[in-house]
């Protein structure tokens, strides 16, 4: 793709990002946990599962921040009705802390050590403690049916409350209740007896179970059974649910009970996606400030980027975009932005130093790389040498924005440095890929140590011959052949001219088929007056699989690097990973494990399984463990060898389906894992709706950039 498009397709996308809001949820998953002074943390991460003590961060005020501090809650269970009937479609959370109403204001406060009555001997329900719970003045992002029934521990009706009491709230509605004892018991066993909630330690945070100066716990809204004159409450200092008085008698518990607000939120106002970690870079761009020409970022290492610009640029806008959207960007310290971000960078003599720190969206994991802009003085320049020990071969015609490998044709072991001497007509990246912006004729320089050489270089009008371009490269293996001709697109055509542009790599012959001679990677062209077909092909060599005595072995490895060493270890059913995997994969009929390690995981790896005996092909799917949960992957199913595309070491299921997976003809497994986006808000939350339909507009304008034509393997 052209780089002025390139640059131009990430401005789109980011300004279409930083347009939209995409919090559309009360509470979200919460991905740190509160701590006492002893550092016992209050509830759980959440991992998948919706279980009592999951801690959420909400939204009360509907500003779009989730506060951990301030506005922490945990799930409890969910909404009780009546007869051990419970509204699965409304979560129970519970607030961190209880809450009073100071007489010098309307608003509530964080306030654990003072203590109220439930309310009045003779009234149905919490008359007193209700005119501490938080209001409409307080939680606007918040609603509750305020019409309750008023239950005892068995669950019999008491009697109907309202819980509204405009005159403590200036006119505002309440809109948080107790926590009834049913509600507990759905998260918590047995609560009554001494000590049952040290399991359930996230409804005693801030009482006297780590506080010696705070009360012992709150009112819950159950009566007691036969006892309409006391209620129930949780205690702290005990760790359980105890009987306490409604109003005030000689009861000795009457003064250690404070309000602790529970709100009612549907269950599609959760957002329950586990937070993703990554951090890592996807589009790196450098222009100058001044015209639309563009330098290429080397990557060095996993953390640093080195650029190398003319003297005569004076400041450069840097790019970045990340490979998931809530991941944060920001450069040199300067304001953060979601998923891309571009700065303008004045530049300084010599050599610069900028930092792009990308946080995940956990907001807990970063990573911080460093980009060096190099400024090459021209005077470093090498006289110009026709002594060289090599030749700079010629270069063809090359249309107006196209862009072209001149690294390919030097065949030389030395390293090279390049440059144009008219970038206005095109540029060349410090790896050899010259890109043309328009039509004129230039010199290509091309450099050795103390040896330089010039190439003429000429830029023609774009061909109107249809294009066909796979943006993936497809794998062969050595001395392996394929059929490029017979591939339906091109049949219509005839007079085709095939060419590879290394024969010594990839012969083809004049019907189109490839033969892989070597381990390297090439460019095919198929091309008459009316079509121009490229296809870039990677040659692999086989490594066989490891003989693990005793251990059958399903994996091997193709890379570029033949010494390097893969292990593929089957795991057996009592693993841990083995179990998981039959909890995890959904219609499971049978799978197996296959724990994959791999010495120098710095090459190319494609890994490839043997499909297992006994196993349909039709029904075969591939996961890998990723962060305690298996994720199904993109494979190819080529003669019973499955090949995977996104290689690393780890834990892989071999999985047989009970279903098929309707493989096409040409052998792709094609996989979409949907699991993770469950629940979306809807309703009055436009933005929502509209991020979908942006990401999917985006999505459609790079495919088509990229000139469709998906690859696959034949």
Not at 156 to 174: Q, V, W
Request: some cysteine.
């Amino acid at each position: 793709m052209n780089k002025k498009i390139k640059y131009l397709t990430f401005l789109m996308i980011a300004i279409f990002i930083g347009s939209l809001n995409v919090e559309a949820y009360v509470c979200k998953v919460s991905t740190s946990l509160h701590e006492n002074s002893s550092g016992n943390s209050y509830g759980k991460i959440y991992n998948g599962n919706l279980i009592p003590g999951v801690a959420f961060d909400c939204d009360l005020n509907d500003n779009g921040v989730y506060e951990s501090d301030t506005e922490r809650f945990y799930y409890v269970s969910r909404k009780y009705i009546n007869e051990n009937n419970f509204d699965n479609n409304t979560a129970v959370l519970i607030h961190y802390s209880n809450v009073s109403r100071p007489s010098t204001g309307l608003n509530v406060v964080a306030n654990n050590t003072s203590s109220t009555v439930y309310g009045i001997t003779g009234e149905v329900g919490p008359y007193k403690a209700m005119s501490y719970l938080p209001s409409t003045n307080d939680w606007k992002n918040i609603q509750l049916e305020r019409t309750r029934v008023i239950r005892n521990e068995d669950g019999s009706a008491i009697g109907t409350f309202d819980y509204t009491d405009n005159a403590s709230t200036g006119g505002a509605y309440i809109v948080a209740r107790l926590l009834t004892i049913k509600e507990l018991e759905n998260a918590c066993s047995n609560p009554m007896d001494l000590g049952a909630l040290s399991g359930c330690n996230f409804l005693l945070e801030n009482t006297k179970y780590d506080n010696s100066s705070y009360l012992h716990g709150y009112h819950l809204e159950t009566l007691r059974n036969g006892h309409s004159e006391q209620n129930l409450a949780v205690n702290g200092s005990s760790k359980n649910v105890v009987y306490t008085s409604i109003g005030t008698d000689n009861n000795p518990y009457v003064n250690y009970f404070g309000v602790r607000p529970v709100i009612e939120v549907p269950i599609k106002d959760l957002d329950t996606r586990i937070l993703n970690t990554d951090t890592q870079i996807n589009q790196l761009t450098v222009k100058s400030s001044s015209n639309d020409e563009y330098f290429d970022a080397v990557k060095k290492n996993d953390s640093e980027y080195t650029v190398e610009v003319p003297t005569g640029v004076n400041s450069i806008e840097v790019s970045v975009s990340t490979l998931v959207p809530y991941s944060t960007i920001t450069i040199n310290g300067g304001q953060g932005s979601r998923y891309s971000k571009t700065e303008l960078v004045t530049l300084s003599e010599n050599l610069n130093s900028i930092t792009i720190e990308v946080t995940a969206e956990d907001g807990l994991t970063s990573n911080t790389y460093t980009l060096n802009i190099v400024r090459k003085n021209e005077s470093e320049n090498p006289t110009p040498s026709n002594n060289c020990a090599w030749t700079a071969p010629s270069i063809p015609e090359i249309e107006v924005d196209s862009t072209f490998d001149y690294k390919k044709l030097m065949n030389s072991t030395e390293t090279f440095s390049y440059r144009i001497k008219d970038t206005s007509i095109a540029t060349v990246s410090n790896k050899g890929i010259i890109s043309t912006k328009k039509e004129g004729k230039t010199k290509l320089v091309v450099t050795s140590g103390e040896c330089e050489q010039e190439v003429d270089l000429k830029v023609v009008k774009k061909s109107s011959k249809e294009k066909i371009m796979f943006s993936t490269d497809l794998p062969i293996y050595v001395n392996e052949t394929l059929d490029l001709g017979n591939k339906s697109e091109l049949k219509k055509y005839s007079n085709l001219k095939w060419v590879s542009d290394n024969s010594n790599i990839v012969e083809v012959d004049s019907k189109g088929v490839i033969k892989a001679k070597a381990v390297g990677a090439v460019t095919i062209t198929a091309e008459n007056d009316d079509i121009l077909y490229t296809v870039n092909v990677k040659v692999y060599s086989k490594v066989a699989p490891p003989d693990i005595p005793g251990t059958p072995t399903y994996g091997y490895l193709l890379t570029d690097d033949e010494n390097n060493e893969v292990s593929a270890n089957e795991l057996d059913d009592n693993s841990e990973e083995k179990k998981k995997a039959t909890t995890d994969i959904e219609d499971l009929n049978k799978v197996k494990t296959i724990e994959v390690t791999i010495k120098n995981d710095d090459a190319k790896n494609v890994i490839v399984f043997y499909l297992p005996e006994g196993y349909d092909k039709e029904k075969i799917a591939v996961y890998r463990l990723e962060n305690g949960k298996y994720v199904r992957l993109d494979a190819e199913l080529i003669n019973g060898e499955i090949r995977l595309k996104d290689s690393k070491e780890g834990v892989y299921a071999i999985a047989e389906l009970n279903t098929k997976t309707n493989i096409p003809e040409n052998g792709k497994i094609s996989y979409t894992n949907v699991k993770d986006i469950e629940n979306p808000k809807t309703g009055n939350k436009l933005p929502v709706v509209l991020a979908l339909v942006g990401y999917l507009t985006i999505v459609g304008i790079v495919i088509y950039l990229k000139k469709k034509n998906k690859l696959s393997r034949i």
